[in-house]
Protein backbone atom coordinates (compact mmCIF):
# COMPACT_ATOMS: atom_id res chain seq x y z
CA UNK A 1 0.00 0.00 0.00
CA UNK A 2 1.33 3.37 -1.03
CA UNK A 3 2.22 5.54 2.01
CA UNK A 4 3.48 8.81 0.23
CA UNK A 5 1.50 11.73 -0.09
CA UNK A 6 1.55 14.08 -3.28
CA UNK A 7 1.97 17.47 -1.74
CA UNK A 8 -0.28 20.51 -3.68
CA UNK A 9 1.97 21.99 -5.93
CA UNK A 10 -0.51 25.10 -6.83
CA UNK A 11 -2.26 26.21 -3.83
CA UNK A 12 -1.56 29.69 -2.93
CA UNK A 13 -1.34 29.69 -7.03
CA UNK A 14 -3.82 28.48 -8.65
CA UNK A 15 -5.97 28.62 -5.22
CA UNK A 16 -6.00 30.50 -2.14
CA UNK A 17 -2.93 28.18 0.02
CA UNK A 18 -5.43 29.02 3.38
CA UNK A 19 -7.61 26.09 4.38
CA UNK A 20 -10.70 29.29 5.73
CA UNK A 21 -10.17 31.13 2.57
CA UNK A 22 -9.92 28.18 -0.13
CA UNK A 23 -13.14 26.86 1.22
CA UNK A 24 -14.53 30.11 2.06
CA UNK A 25 -13.91 31.08 -1.95
CA UNK A 26 -15.03 27.63 -2.95
CA UNK A 27 -19.03 28.20 -1.16
CA UNK A 28 -18.76 31.59 -2.14
CA UNK A 29 -18.85 30.46 -5.97
CA UNK A 30 -21.42 27.57 -5.15
CA UNK A 31 -23.25 30.45 -3.61
CA UNK A 32 -23.83 32.40 -6.69
CA UNK A 33 -24.63 29.41 -9.23
CA UNK A 34 -28.39 29.27 -10.63
CA UNK A 35 -29.30 25.77 -10.01
CA UNK A 36 -30.41 23.72 -12.80
CA UNK A 37 -32.44 20.96 -11.67
CA UNK A 38 -31.65 17.64 -13.81
CA UNK A 39 -34.06 15.59 -14.65
CA UNK A 40 -32.04 12.97 -13.80
CA UNK A 41 -29.28 11.24 -11.67
CA UNK A 42 -26.04 12.50 -12.57
CA UNK A 43 -23.06 10.25 -13.25
CA UNK A 44 -19.94 12.11 -14.79
CA UNK A 45 -18.96 16.07 -14.64
CA UNK A 46 -17.03 18.33 -17.16
CA UNK A 47 -15.09 21.30 -15.38
CA UNK A 48 -12.26 23.57 -16.29
CA UNK A 49 -8.64 24.45 -14.85
CA UNK A 50 -7.50 27.31 -15.20
CA UNK A 51 -6.81 29.36 -11.68
CA UNK A 52 -9.63 30.12 -9.54
CA UNK A 53 -10.15 33.41 -10.41
CA UNK A 54 -10.92 32.69 -13.91
CA UNK A 55 -12.98 29.73 -14.17
CA UNK A 56 -14.03 28.99 -10.60
CA UNK A 57 -17.26 30.35 -10.69
CA UNK A 58 -17.78 28.32 -14.07
CA UNK A 59 -16.55 25.49 -12.21
CA UNK A 60 -19.22 25.43 -9.51
CA UNK A 61 -21.44 25.09 -11.58
CA UNK A 62 -20.57 21.67 -12.62
CA UNK A 63 -20.16 20.84 -8.70
CA UNK A 64 -23.26 22.36 -7.76
CA UNK A 65 -25.20 19.21 -9.11
CA UNK A 66 -23.63 16.86 -6.77
CA UNK A 67 -22.97 18.81 -3.55
CA UNK A 68 -23.93 17.20 -0.83
CA UNK A 69 -24.72 13.71 -2.59
CA UNK A 70 -22.47 10.61 -1.60
CA UNK A 71 -20.09 9.08 -3.94
CA UNK A 72 -17.43 6.08 -2.88
CA UNK A 73 -15.19 7.12 -5.71
CA UNK A 74 -14.82 9.62 -7.90
CA UNK A 75 -12.88 9.29 -11.24
CA UNK A 76 -10.73 12.47 -12.24
CA UNK A 77 -9.78 12.35 -15.83
CA UNK A 78 -7.09 15.47 -16.79
CA UNK A 79 -4.79 15.92 -19.64
CA UNK A 80 -0.75 16.09 -19.40
CA UNK A 81 0.20 19.45 -20.43
CA UNK A 82 4.06 19.38 -19.28
CA UNK A 83 6.03 16.38 -18.76
CA UNK A 84 5.20 13.32 -21.39
CA UNK A 85 4.99 10.45 -19.02
CA UNK A 86 3.31 8.37 -20.83
CA UNK A 87 -0.37 7.51 -22.25
CA UNK A 88 -2.07 6.96 -19.45
CA UNK A 89 -0.48 8.12 -16.01
CA UNK A 90 -1.48 7.63 -12.44
CA UNK A 91 0.57 8.81 -9.22
CA UNK A 92 2.27 6.08 -7.17
CA UNK A 93 1.22 8.33 -4.04
CA UNK A 94 -1.29 7.30 -1.45
CA UNK A 95 -2.94 10.30 -1.78
CA UNK A 96 -3.47 13.77 -2.79
CA UNK A 97 -2.81 16.89 -0.45
CA UNK A 98 -4.65 20.10 -0.27
CA UNK A 99 -5.54 22.82 2.14
CA UNK A 100 -8.73 21.21 2.79
CA UNK A 101 -6.83 17.81 3.68
CA UNK A 102 -5.79 14.64 1.82
CA UNK A 103 -7.94 12.56 -0.67
CA UNK A 104 -6.91 8.97 -0.67
CA UNK A 105 -6.29 7.14 -4.13
CA UNK A 106 -8.19 4.20 -4.38
CA UNK A 107 -5.19 1.84 -6.10
CA UNK A 108 -7.03 -0.88 -6.06
CA UNK A 109 -9.27 0.35 -8.90
CA UNK A 110 -6.03 1.52 -10.50
CA UNK A 111 -4.58 -2.27 -10.48
CA UNK A 112 -8.15 -3.51 -11.77
CA UNK A 113 -7.83 -0.29 -14.83
CA UNK A 114 -4.56 -1.73 -15.28
CA UNK A 115 -5.87 -4.62 -16.36
CA UNK A 116 -7.70 -3.22 -19.25
CA UNK A 117 -5.05 -0.33 -20.42
CA UNK A 118 -1.35 0.45 -20.10
CA UNK A 119 -0.91 2.48 -17.04
CA UNK A 120 1.92 4.31 -15.90
CA UNK A 121 2.63 4.94 -12.20
CA UNK A 122 4.48 7.77 -11.86
CA UNK A 123 6.52 8.80 -8.40
CA UNK A 124 6.24 12.74 -9.77
CA UNK A 125 4.20 15.17 -11.54
CA UNK A 126 3.56 18.85 -11.64
CA UNK A 127 0.11 18.57 -13.80
CA UNK A 128 -2.55 20.99 -12.37
CA UNK A 129 -5.59 20.24 -14.51
CA UNK A 130 -6.11 17.38 -12.20
CA UNK A 131 -5.05 18.59 -8.75
CA UNK A 132 -7.33 22.15 -9.18
CA UNK A 133 -10.70 20.04 -9.10
CA UNK A 134 -9.89 18.25 -5.64
CA UNK A 135 -11.22 21.05 -3.53
CA UNK A 136 -14.48 21.92 -4.91
CA UNK A 137 -15.17 17.86 -4.48
CA UNK A 138 -13.84 17.90 -1.15
CA UNK A 139 -15.79 20.87 -0.27
CA UNK A 140 -19.19 19.17 -1.86
CA UNK A 141 -18.42 15.83 -1.61
CA UNK A 142 -16.79 15.64 1.87
CA UNK A 143 -15.11 12.39 1.43
CA UNK A 144 -14.08 9.71 -1.04
CA UNK A 145 -11.56 8.30 -2.46
CA UNK A 146 -9.86 8.60 -5.94
CA UNK A 147 -9.24 7.64 -9.19
CA UNK A 148 -6.75 9.86 -11.04
CA UNK A 149 -5.58 9.39 -14.60
CA UNK A 150 -3.98 11.67 -16.38
CA UNK A 151 -3.90 11.67 -19.93
CA UNK A 152 -0.93 12.21 -21.89
CA UNK A 153 -2.03 10.94 -25.43
CA UNK A 154 -4.10 13.00 -28.52
CA UNK A 155 -5.84 9.65 -29.56
CA UNK A 156 -9.36 9.34 -29.88
CA UNK A 157 -9.15 5.37 -30.22
CA UNK A 158 -7.38 5.38 -26.93
CA UNK A 159 -9.41 7.99 -25.44
CA UNK A 160 -12.30 5.16 -26.35
CA UNK A 161 -10.31 2.70 -24.72
CA UNK A 162 -10.12 4.41 -21.64
CA UNK A 163 -13.84 5.10 -21.49
CA UNK A 164 -14.79 1.38 -21.63
CA UNK A 165 -11.67 0.34 -19.28
CA UNK A 166 -13.83 3.10 -16.90
CA UNK A 167 -17.19 1.67 -17.33
CA UNK A 168 -15.54 -1.67 -17.01
CA UNK A 169 -13.84 -1.08 -13.54
CA UNK A 170 -16.67 1.20 -12.09
CA UNK A 171 -19.95 -0.70 -13.12
CA UNK A 172 -21.82 -1.40 -10.42
CA UNK A 173 -20.03 1.24 -8.26
CA UNK A 174 -21.40 4.39 -6.42
CA UNK A 175 -19.29 6.50 -8.86
CA UNK A 176 -18.95 9.56 -10.35
CA UNK A 177 -16.68 10.55 -13.37
CA UNK A 178 -14.84 14.15 -14.18
CA UNK A 179 -13.39 15.08 -17.40
CA UNK A 180 -11.15 18.54 -16.46
CA UNK A 181 -10.97 20.40 -19.69
CA UNK A 182 -10.44 23.94 -20.91
CA UNK A 183 -11.74 24.61 -24.41
CA UNK A 184 -10.39 26.70 -26.83
CA UNK A 185 -7.29 28.98 -26.63
CA UNK A 186 -6.88 31.55 -29.63
CA UNK A 187 -5.84 35.29 -29.57
CA UNK A 188 -9.20 36.55 -30.49
CA UNK A 189 -11.78 36.65 -28.23
CA UNK A 190 -14.96 35.98 -30.54
CA UNK A 191 -13.23 33.40 -32.36
CA UNK A 192 -12.91 31.49 -28.71
CA UNK A 193 -16.73 32.47 -28.70
CA UNK A 194 -17.37 30.92 -31.81
CA UNK A 195 -15.39 27.77 -31.48
CA UNK A 196 -16.59 26.95 -28.31
CA UNK A 197 -20.24 26.98 -29.35
CA UNK A 198 -19.34 24.73 -31.55
CA UNK A 199 -18.44 22.43 -28.73
CA UNK A 200 -20.85 23.16 -26.41
CA UNK A 201 -24.22 22.08 -28.97
CA UNK A 202 -21.95 18.53 -29.41
CA UNK A 203 -21.84 17.64 -25.82
CA UNK A 204 -25.52 18.95 -25.25
CA UNK A 205 -26.66 16.35 -27.84
CA UNK A 206 -24.57 13.83 -26.21
CA UNK A 207 -23.37 12.55 -29.62
CA UNK A 208 -20.38 10.75 -29.34
CA UNK A 209 -19.41 10.35 -32.71
CA UNK A 210 -20.49 14.54 -33.15
CA UNK A 211 -17.93 15.06 -30.29
CA UNK A 212 -15.32 13.10 -31.60
CA UNK A 213 -15.55 15.21 -35.15
CA UNK A 214 -15.70 18.54 -33.54
CA UNK A 215 -12.96 18.14 -31.34
CA UNK A 216 -10.17 16.20 -33.92
CA UNK A 217 -9.50 19.32 -36.07
CA UNK A 218 -5.79 19.72 -36.16
CA UNK A 219 -6.18 23.22 -34.65
CA UNK A 220 -8.56 22.77 -31.91
CA UNK A 221 -7.08 23.82 -28.67
CA UNK A 222 -9.55 21.98 -26.22
CA UNK A 223 -6.80 20.92 -23.72
CA UNK A 224 -8.78 18.18 -22.14
CA UNK A 225 -10.23 16.24 -25.74
CA UNK A 226 -9.44 13.13 -24.93
CA UNK A 227 -10.45 12.94 -21.27
CA UNK A 228 -13.78 14.59 -22.32
CA UNK A 229 -14.18 11.79 -25.10
CA UNK A 230 -13.38 8.80 -22.28
CA UNK A 231 -15.47 10.28 -19.50
CA UNK A 232 -18.20 10.55 -22.14
CA UNK A 233 -17.78 6.72 -23.33
CA UNK A 234 -17.54 5.45 -19.48
CA UNK A 235 -20.87 7.54 -18.93
CA UNK A 236 -22.75 6.76 -21.98
CA UNK A 237 -21.91 2.85 -20.98
CA UNK A 238 -22.64 3.19 -17.20
CA UNK A 239 -26.14 4.47 -18.16
CA UNK A 240 -26.32 7.71 -19.16
CA UNK A 241 -28.75 9.11 -21.41
CA UNK A 242 -28.65 12.85 -21.71
CA UNK A 243 -25.94 15.72 -20.96
CA UNK A 244 -26.93 19.51 -20.58
CA UNK A 245 -24.11 22.32 -20.98
CA UNK A 246 -24.67 24.32 -17.23
CA UNK A 247 -22.03 27.39 -18.09
CA UNK A 248 -19.91 28.88 -20.51
CA UNK A 249 -17.84 31.37 -20.07
CA UNK A 250 -14.12 32.81 -21.02
CA UNK A 251 -10.81 34.44 -19.62
CA UNK A 252 -12.23 37.76 -21.51
CA UNK A 253 -15.77 37.56 -19.45
CA UNK A 254 -13.30 37.75 -16.58
CA UNK A 255 -11.34 40.56 -17.11
CA UNK A 256 -13.80 42.81 -19.65
CA UNK A 257 -10.76 42.27 -22.10
CA UNK A 258 -12.21 41.55 -25.62
CA UNK A 259 -9.82 43.38 -28.12
CA UNK A 260 -8.63 41.23 -31.36
CA UNK A 261 -4.97 39.64 -30.45
CA UNK A 262 -5.99 39.42 -26.71
CA UNK A 263 -5.18 35.53 -25.83
CA UNK A 264 -8.39 34.02 -24.32
CA UNK A 265 -9.61 30.35 -22.75
CA UNK A 266 -12.90 29.20 -22.92
CA UNK A 267 -14.36 27.41 -19.81
CA UNK A 268 -17.23 25.35 -19.48
CA UNK A 269 -19.02 22.99 -16.89
CA UNK A 270 -21.55 20.52 -17.74
CA UNK A 271 -23.79 17.43 -16.32
CA UNK A 272 -24.22 13.80 -17.96
CA UNK A 273 -26.87 12.34 -16.19
CA UNK A 274 -28.78 9.04 -16.50
CA UNK A 275 -33.25 9.98 -16.99
CA UNK A 276 -35.47 8.36 -15.05
Known amino acids: ?7 S ?17 IEGYLAQVEHVELPGEPIA ?46 TEAGAYETPLGQVKVDHDLVDALGQHVPVNRVGYDAEHSL ?8 VALDRFRLLPVMVG ?4 DAGRQLGDALAEVLYGRNALLVASTD ?3 IDDYQEVQRRDQVVIEAVDS ?8 VLSPRDCTVCGRIPVYAVLTAARTLGATDATVLCHASSGDVTGVRTPGQYTVGYMAAAIYRSP
Do not use: C, K
Open 153 to 156: TSSF
Open 183 to 185: LHH
Open 9 to 25: LIAGQWYPGNTEELRRT
Open 45 to 90: LISPHAGYTYSGQVAAYAYDQVRDRSYDVVAVISPLHRAPLGRFAV
Open 131 to 138: EIQLPFLQ
Open 1 to 7: MPHQVRP
Open 206 to 213: FDLDRVRE
